[in-house]
């Protein structure tokens, strides 16, 4: 039975800060709830103090700058979930929905109390690492397989696949479903000994898609020149996520292309330099950070969407968002191509090299594409299964085959007392925890 189901969401960070597993997580939330299921997330509390009655907030330190936000499992942080969730009533499948502190306070959640145990994997871990710590990416990596094995019990054994994928190998042990965003990452996974049982997407908001009055449709696009072709390029400002490469390939494509970059980052500020180097300011403008609704609204309102990371998405969300609304789309990395038809969907280009010089020629190929009164269109068909809703209706199958699989595993024994000293110190105190929503 999946019948008014209580699901706990463990996340690494707070739902209501940006990021693409923050709007999935949203996302799912709504949809699930939707259907008559009740969604708790567990998740550090957000660094600018945003509350959400749905969002168990944990005391959490910041890291990165800022960046982010980490939650320390220990026995006392154990104590803290188990009385706020003991307050919501009793929880049927905890989902992991983060890579990290959340993933494992999730699993330690899920030993304590037997319940069915689901991971997303939302991030290409082996590919962040090596993005964002360059040489010292293996280090880095050890250093979180260590953490892991120490706060779970689980260890990691190597594959040769990279250490990001046995990484995730560890944790996806004793889940009872292991879900992957796309085909050609569940591919990668299972080559690394990742037991992947479904892909399911991040799908598109059902009400957005409606609401959308289509292109030509902003107040922005009303005022652009009519013979300009406007890309769409939206993401973090970051070495994985290609957008200096993107500048520098504008510069080289037909006068008639134009282009609106939104969102931020550590390589923000150079990319400004660069459109003022490259004498661009009449055809690229720097939008910094937009909330959701903005975003779909200028993706909506452009020519054609693009995706400039190669290797790096687990999915690449906004491709689907840009196609759910109709909107053509130009990616550079050929898996993703490849999920959405290759060769055979018209309305997808794909540049092949790594070079702005490459990416330049497809962005030329794809405008003339647009252009013309005969271009290709997006197929209603094609977009409507993309939506949410149809992507919550399989995650619920998924619970449902994890409720009917489960068989409460024994805990590693280093682990036992922990546990069981951290329940006791839950059901012992009564004093209220200190989350956002007890």
Not at 33 to 56: C, L, Y
Not at 245 to 273: K, M, P, W
């Amino acid at each position: 039975m999946t019948d008014g189901l209580h699901v706990c969401f463990f996340t690494d960070q707070h739902p209501r800060t940006l990021g693409g597993a923050q709007a999935s997580v949203l996302l799912q939330r709504t949809f699930l709830e939707r259907a008559g299921h009740t969604v708790t997330i567990v998740a550090p509390q957000d660094p600018a103090g945003s509350a959400d009655p749905g969002v168990i907030a944990l005391p959490a330190l910041t890291v990165a700058q800022g960046q982010y936000s980490a939650v320390l499992p220990s026995r006392g942080t154990d104590a803290r979930v188990d009385r706020a969730l003991e307050a919501r009533g009793p929880v049927d499948v905890v989902h992991l929905q983060g890579d990290f502190w959340g993933a494992w306070l999730g699993k330690r959640y899920a030993a304590r109390h037997r319940l069915p145990l689901v991971l997303t994997t939302h991030t290409n871990v082996d590919a962040s690492f090596r993005a964002v710590a360059g040489p010292a990416a293996g280090l880095g990596l050890r250093a979180v397989a260590a953490w892991q094995r120490h706060v779970t019990g689980d260890r990691v054994r190597r594959s040769g696949h990279g250490g990001g994928y046995d990484y995730l190998h560890a944790l996806a042990s004793g889940a009872d479903a292991v879900v992957a965003p796309s085909g050609h990452f569940a591919a990668r996974l299972r080559e690394a000994g990742v037991p992947v049982t479904a892909v399911i997407p991040t799908g598109v908001h059902d009400d957005d898609v409606a609401a959308s009055t289509g292109r030509g449709s902003t107040e922005d696009d009303l005022l652009r020149k009519d013979d300009r072709i406007r890309l769409v390029w939206l993401g973090r400002f970051s070495a994985e996520k290609r957008p200096l490469e993107l500048i520098e390939a504008i510069a080289a494509t037909d006068q008639h292309i134009e282009a609106d970059l939104y969102g931020t980052g550590t390589l923000f500020d150079r990319a400004r330099r660069q459109v003022q180097a490259l004498g661009l300011t009449d055809r690229v403008r720097l939008h910094g950070v937009v909330d959701h609704t903005e975003a779909l609204r200028a993706i909506a309102s452009a020519d054609l969407l693009v995706q400039t990371s190669r290797g790096f998405e687990t999915q690449g969300m906004t491709v689907y968002e840009a196609l759910a609304l109709g909107v053509p789309v130009v990616v550079c990395d050929r898996a993703i191509a490849d999920e959405l038809g290759g060769d055979a969907t018209p309305w997808v280009w794909c540049a092949e090299g790594p070079e702005p010089s490459s990416l330049a020629q497809v962005l030329d190929s794809a405008a003339r594409a647009v252009r013309a009164p005969d271009g290709p269109r997006v197929p209603r068909s094609f977009s409507t299964g993309l939506l949410q809703s149809a992507q919550s209706e399989r995650l619920v199958a998924v619970y449902a085959q994890a409720l009917a699989a489960h068989r409460p595993q024994s805990r590693p024994a280093a682990l036992s007392a922990r546990y069981s000293s951290a329940r006791r110190g839950a059901r012992s105190s009564g004093n209220a925890s200190t989350t956002s929503a007890p």
